[in-house]
């Protein structure tokens, strides 16, 4: 009677082949969930920067100068809440200036992402960071 089984090779190859595509699922997964966060980041820039040309025409033609979940953003009631970095406390937080005029930026993983090279609005063609400026 002959017994059929695998050899220690066969395994070794199957688990292997495993090992690589679990690894590269794990990759890609990785990167999709950077690209989400940076989509989320441009999409609040874009909402900052629609409050504050909302804050600009009904203020006398003043930018808002505070931000934050108690700044002018929020007390004059153009945006109901203040963004927050996709990836929580302690990750970056969107800057902005005032001046003016305004700048505002927020850092992304993904530098194919970005339009600036720092957070002091040098727009680029790609950088570390997404920012806006004001309109006026």
Known sequence: MI???FSLFELLVVISIIGILVAVASLSYGTAQKKARDTRRVD?????Q?????????????YPAT?????????SGVMQQWPKDPKGIGYTQYTYRIGT??????AVEDPASGNSINNT????ATGAYYCIKSQQ
Do not use: H, L, R, W
């Open 50 to 62: 629609k409050a504050a040309e909302m804050y600009y025409g009904q203020k006398n033609y003043v």
């Open 44 to 48: 609040d820039m874009n909402a900052i």
């Open 67 to 75: 931000t934050g979940p108690s700044g002018d953003f929020i007390t």
């Open 121 to 124: 609005c040098s727009f680029a």
């Open 3 to 5: 017994k059929k089984a």
């Open 101 to 106: 005029t305004y700048c505002a930026c927020a």
